[in-house]
């Protein structure tokens, strides 16, 4: 080879080399290709524990920003859960990619969901003279028949919410505790199903712990997760992998919530305070959407968190964690979700009929006291005054009380309160290291400053 050509060379692939390198320096380079370098070995490891449950058919790549995909072929969407569950539980939600496979037989979480909407626009009765009911679905757990589904205070969110809707007129379904079986959770919503009519307000409440969230079919980047019941899991499976499938599949399907929550009504509330209870606004642009798209460059975010998150004895989130994760032993909670996206007709300009609020933004935990302790705070509003729950629904509804039950006000006062008060907390860990924690609950539709909107009327 000629100077000349090797010259010729040189500049042709110095700019390649140098652009090279200032990507590397860019916000998010790290992230996209050295951040989802996953050992071969853990892989590997991937490959023999799908083999060895018995899905033969499944089998895994990496996605174009290096993160672990599943292809291959499988019988119905419970496979496609458990292999997910499979490859998260090695390498976390961060590391896995949120794609669905194509080859799937039978897609038994859409029908379900087709068929459930059917029969009710086929039974739905004609709107009614008058007043409608105010009905009210509250759900909440504090311990579950299996120990290691760890303590939180779900029943203590789920009590005070059912006193302030009781206050307000609602006739309240509420399950708590050994009440708050995965078979009674689910008779209870096709009963509200069966009798909400279009004149009605409804407002549901759970708290309990939440599965490992999946991805979720018919979408690019959305997750499905179910709710945890007091009957779930079984205390004696022993191996982690076969427990979290145990886990996940004798939970509520989260589609079952959504089915009642997108029915029409003159009014619905739903707040959701769990662990990742974000993703259920994950494909509904709000504020928050708008920005992380601006500052991702239009990227959807993508980044989640291992279940070897931990903090210690004095927190706890309500996500599930095994007892061999790393995981400190008090430290677990739930998320829950649905996917509501319709908004019933407006009353007055500007009060919304339709709101969702979560305690998280997607990816994230939600946080409290620790169950195993006395789980009480100080109120952010009452000094003196001590509250026992979890962080965000506690100060929401304490908001609430000083702003005459007005969503808009409260709601932006507890997210401030709740993300001060997690950002004080140990950094969880992944599979690669600590990983800052941040809690920022979400409101849908947003709603402007002054807005008349409250949370019973």
């Not at 829950?336 to 009060?351: N, S």
Request: hydrophobic residues 35%.
């Amino acid at each position: 080879m000629n100077l000349k050509s090797l010259h010729n060379i040189l500049i042709l692939a110095g700019p390649i080399l140098l652009g090279g390198c200032a990507a590397s320096q860019m916000h998010g380079f790290e992230n996209a290709y050295q951040g989802y370098s996953v050992p071969e070995p853990l892989v590997e490891q991937i490959r023999l524990e799908l083999k060895r449950v018995g899905l033969t058919n499944a089998q895994v790549t990496r996605d174009n920003v290096g993160r672990i995909r599943l292809v291959g072929n499988y019988r119905n969407e419970d496979e496609v859960d458990r292999a997910y569950l499979i490859v998260q539980s090695l390498v976390g939600l961060k590391s896995t990619s949120p794609f669905y496979p194509e080859n799937i037989q039978e897609k038994r979480w859409e029908a379900d969901a087709k068929r459930a909407l059917a029969q009710h626009a086929r039974a739905s009765r004609s709107p009614t003279a008058g007043a409608g009911v105010k009905r009210a679905l509250i759900v909440g757990i504090n311990t579950f028949q299996d120990s290691r589904l760890s303590p939180i205070l779900g029943e203590d969110d789920a009590r005070l919410v059912q006193r302030e809707a009781e206050k307000a007129g609602y006739r309240s379904v509420t399950l708590l505790g050994r009440e708050a079986t995965k078979a009674n959770i689910e008779a209870a919503l096709e009963r509200m199903k069966r009798e909400l009519g279009p004149q009605d307000s409804l407002l549901i409440y759970i708290s309990s712990h939440g599965t490992q969230p999946v991805p979720k079919p018919g979408s690019r980047d959305a997750r499905k997760m179910s709710i945890a019941a007091y009957d779930t899991g079984d205390a004696t499976m022993r191996a982690n992998l076969d427990w979290r499938w145990k886990v996940h599949s004798s939970s509520v399907p989260d589609t079952r919530v959504q089915e009642l929550a997108q029915l029409p009504t003159r009014q619905t509330r739903v707040i959701i305070d769990t662990c990742y209870s974000g993703e259920i606004l994950k494909d509904i642009p709000d504020e928050s959407q708008r920005y992380i798209l601006k500052t991702n460059g239009g990227v959807p975010e993508r980044a989640g968190i291992s279940m070897a998150a931990w903090s210690g004895e004095a927190y706890a989130a309500k996500g599930i964690f095994a007892t061999d994760d790393g995981a400190a032993p008090a430290a677990t909670g739930a998320d829950k979700a649905r996917r509501p996206r319709t908004t019933g007709p407006r009353a007055a300009p500007g009060a919304s009929r339709y709101t969702i609020i979560t305690a998280t933004s997607d990816g994230q935990l939600s946080w409290g006291p620790s169950g195993t302790g006395s789980g009480e705070f100080d109120s952010p509003v009452t000094p003196g005054k001590r509250l026992k729950g979890s962080f965000f629904t506690q100060a929401f509804f304490e908001y609430l009380g000083r702003h005459d039950g007005h969503i808009e006000p409260a709601f932006a006062a507890a997210r401030a309160y709740t993300q001060q008060k997690v950002s004080t907390i140990t950094p969880a860990r992944d599979w690669k290291g600590p990983v800052p924690i941040q809690q920022v609950p979400r409101l849908n539709p947003p709603l402007p400053a002054n807005d008349p909107s409250t949370i019973y009327d």
